[in-house]
């Protein structure tokens, strides 16, 4: 998940992530007891899992691995616009998944600062007992009223890869919740992938027909991303700024295999088809061991709280 929202996703993107709700799962005198849905709290939500990738080993694995590609081409976690010098600094990660980018973050950070983690599944973070005692995860759905403790209560919030939540092409709802979540002039980083720009590449002489097939199935139409610079601004934010990051051909593969597993994870969850899912697979990754590679470039976006008298705080 990063991951929450409880829509069907099949009619959308699912580029790197996307988060659900999970069904719990029946205890059985053979096997250990597993934590139920939705984490630790124990709360279970009565609803059908509508998330299209999957919460296991391998899905975590790819968790942590495309976070680490995200940090070597990004160069940060948070943007140098935004000041994290602070020693009591309030920072949210929603979607927070298996929490990878929380722990990364608070490497180097005094233990006055208070990091929050916010998913509707708490299914792939590890033991609470084992995190850092200033990370604190919450099940939180980003649809959902923002909990009293918590507005107004951040100076930074982070959400990335979201774009399967994004109901009817608007980020407005998601955009009011996440502005409760901050203090005025506190700053909102949203960090999403192209899913109309991206493109596939090959070197001379290879064909890339099924890549570009299995890839197909994971674009979207999500236009909102192109004007949401503007959409901020009109909603509570300022001096909203986007910024495009694009892997070169180096690094091409590493990328190109977490679409893969992305993909995988989507056909093996969603489309139920396995013998043609599993020729595409295989007929893919022959293009792409011989030269041919999905390229999608990173968006961020850096925008600003403005303060209740309706300026920005400076």
């Given at each position: 998940?990063?991951?929450?929202?409880?829509?069907?996703?099949?009619?959308?993107?699912?580029?790197?992530?996307?988060?659900?709700?999970?069904?719990?799962?029946?205890?059985?005198?053979?096997?250990?007891?597993?934590?139920?849905?939705?984490?630790?709290?124990?709360?279970?939500?009565?609803?059908?899992?509508?998330?299209?990738?999957?919460?296991?080993?391998?899905?975590?694995?790819?968790?942590?691995?495309?976070?680490?590609?995200?940090?070597?081409?990004?160069?940060?976690?948070?943007?140098?616009?935004?000041?994290?010098?602070?020693?009591?600094?309030?920072?949210?990660?929603?979607?927070?998944?298996?929490?990878?980018?929380?722990?990364?973050?608070?490497?180097?950070?005094?233990?006055?600062?208070?990091?929050?983690?916010?998913?509707?599944s708490l299914d792939q973070v590890g033991p609470k007992a084992w995190l850092p005692a200033n990370i604190h995860?919450?099940?939180?759905?980003?649809?959902?009223?923002?909990?009293?403790?918590?507005?107004?209560?951040?100076?930074?919030?982070?959400?990335?890869?979201?774009?399967?939540?994004?109901?009817?092409?608007?980020?407005?709802?998601?955009?009011?919740?996440?502005?409760?979540?901050?203090?005025?002039?506190?700053?909102?980083?949203?960090?999403?992938?192209?899913?109309?720009?991206?493109?596939?590449?090959?070197?001379?002489?290879?064909?890339?027909?099924?890549?570009?097939?299995?890839?197909?199935?994971?674009?979207?139409?999500?236009?909102?991303?192109?004007?949401?610079?503007?959409?901020?601004?009109?909603?509570?934010?300022?001096?909203?700024?986007?910024?495009?990051?694009?892997?070169?051909?180096?690094?091409?593969?590493?990328?190109?295999?977490?679409?893969?597993?992305?993909?995988?994870?989507?056909?093996?969850?969603?489309?139920?088809?396995?013998?043609?899912?599993?020729?595409?697979?295989?007929?893919?990754?022959?293009?792409?061991?011989?030269?041919?590679?999905?390229?999608?470039?990173?968006?961020?976006?850096?925008?600003?709280?403005?303060?209740?008298?309706?300026?920005?705080?400076?």
């Amino acid at each position: 998940m990063g991951e929450s929202g409880n829509i069907s996703s099949l009619s959308t993107s699912i580029c790197e992530d996307g988060y659900s709700l999970d069904s719990g799962i029946q205890e059985s005198d053979s096997v250990p007891e597993v934590r139920t849905a939705n984490g630790w709290n124990g709360t279970t939500v009565e609803a059908k899992d509508p998330y299209a990738l999957m919460r296991d080993c391998n899905a975590n694995s790819r968790l942590t691995a495309q976070h680490y590609l995200w940090r070597e081409l990004l160069g940060f976690l948070i943007h140098s616009d935004i000041d994290t010098r602070a020693a009591d600094l309030r920072v949210a990660d929603v979607a927070t998944g298996n929490g990878i980018w929380l722990q990364d973050f608070a490497r180097g950070k005094p233990p006055s600062t208070e990091l929050h983690g916010f998913d509707i599944s708490l299914d792939q973070v590890g033991p609470k007992a084992w995190l850092p005692a200033n990370i604190h995860m919450h099940v939180w759905n980003i649809f959902d009223d923002v909990p009293d403790e918590f507005i107004g209560f951040f100076d930074i919030v982070h959400v990335r890869l979201i774009t399967v939540v994004v109901k009817n092409n608007d980020p407005r709802p998601i955009l009011a919740n996440l502005r409760k979540l901050l203090r005025p002039g506190g700053y909102l980083q949203w960090d999403e992938v192209d899913t109309i720009g991206c493109a596939i590449k090959t070197v001379p002489g290879v064909s890339a027909h099924n890549l570009d097939e299995l890839f197909s199935q994971l674009r979207g139409h999500d236009t909102w991303k192109y004007e949401l610079t503007q959409i901020m601004d009109e909603n509570g934010y300022t001096g909203s700024t986007l910024y495009t990051y694009e892997y070169g051909l180096g690094m091409a593969r590493f990328w190109s295999d977490v679409y893969m597993s992305t993909w995988k994870e989507f056909a093996d969850n969603a489309l139920k088809t396995p013998e043609a899912s599993r020729k595409l697979e295989r007929n893919a990754m022959v293009e792409t061991m011989n030269g041919a590679s999905i390229m999608v470039p990173k968006l961020v976006w850096v925008t600003k709280k403005i303060d209740t008298a309706g300026e920005s705080v400076l």
